[in-house]
């Protein structure tokens, strides 16, 4: 338990549904991230948020969607997805933006796009 | 750009040491974080390096060298529960935080 929770575990989705991705801490934290891990890629960093305002966002389509309604809960809203946005989704925290603070990560949602 | 390559796969033996490298192109870096991840599990955080030299944690350590772009993570005593993917990282300052390496992945053999 690393204090970082994502729900769903697994997701399966048709290209034209639309869903969510939920992420809560309670570290107390005040930056999220959301990060894709695909098979054989490296981490890849889609957004940033710092005490609830988006810091970064690494040209992800639009289809995309974060959303950091305070600084405990991170949401990633998906619609129109294609098959090669089939990946694990992880969610991270760390005490600030600073980049010298290590991110905690929760377990990830593992999508599907049929 | 920001290049940073790791061995794909390592095999190694229970009981044994192993060196996992990490090198990078890139400058102007926080440090460089090490983080082990067990399959379909979260990432954990195993060290930090900031200063050039060995950060020791155990059975793992951490080596970091600024002027030749690598970093290595040590792991000796090797035991089963070891074999997971291990990510290097770099980190930046405000926003542009952590860039990851593709991960090493290894097993260890009885």
């Known amino acids: 338990e690393t204090g970082v929770t994502q729900t769903p575990r697994h997701l399966v989705m048709g290209m034209t549904n639309k869903k969510s991705l939920k992420c809560e801490q309670h570290?107390?934290?005040?930056?999220m991230y959301w990060y894709k891990q695909s098979a054989k890629k490296p981490l890849e960093l889609m957004f940033v948020?710092?005490?609830?305002?988006?810091?970064e966002n690494n040209s992800v389509p639009s289809r995309f969607s974060p959303e950091c309604p305070n600084s405990s809960h991170l949401f990633l809203h998906l619609h129109t997805l294609q098959p090669e946005d089939s990946a694990l989704y992880l969610c991270?925290?760390?005490?600030?933006?600073?980049?010298?603070?290590?991110?905690?990560f929760g377990s990830g949602t593992q999508l599907s796009v049929l | 750009g920001q290049n940073i390559d790791q061995p794909t796969e390592m095999t190694a033996t229970e009981g044994a040491i192993v060196q996992i490298n990490c090198t990078y192109q890139?400058?102007?870096?926080?440090?460089l974080f090490w983080y082990q991840q067990h399959a379909g599990e979260a990432p954990t955080f195993l060290s930090y390096?900031?200063?050039?030299g060995l950060e020791e944690k155990g059975r793992f350590s951490s080596f970091l060298s600024r002027s030749k772009g690598y970093s290595y993570l040590l792991l000796k005593e090797l035991q089963m529960k070891d074999s997971a993917s291990y990510l290097c990282?770099?980190?930046?300052?405000?926003?542009?935080?952590?860039?990851f390496g593709p991960g090493t992945r290894l097993s260890v053999l009885p």
């Open positions: 990282a770099v980190s930046y300052p405000y926003g542009q935080n952590f860039v």
């Open positions: 948020y710092s005490l609830e305002e988006r810091v």
């Open positions: 991270a925290s760390s005490q600030d933006d600073r980049g010298d603070e290590k991110l905690f």
């Open positions: 390096n900031v200063l050039d």
């Open positions: 570290l107390g934290h005040n930056a």
């Open positions: 890139t400058s102007g870096f926080n440090g």
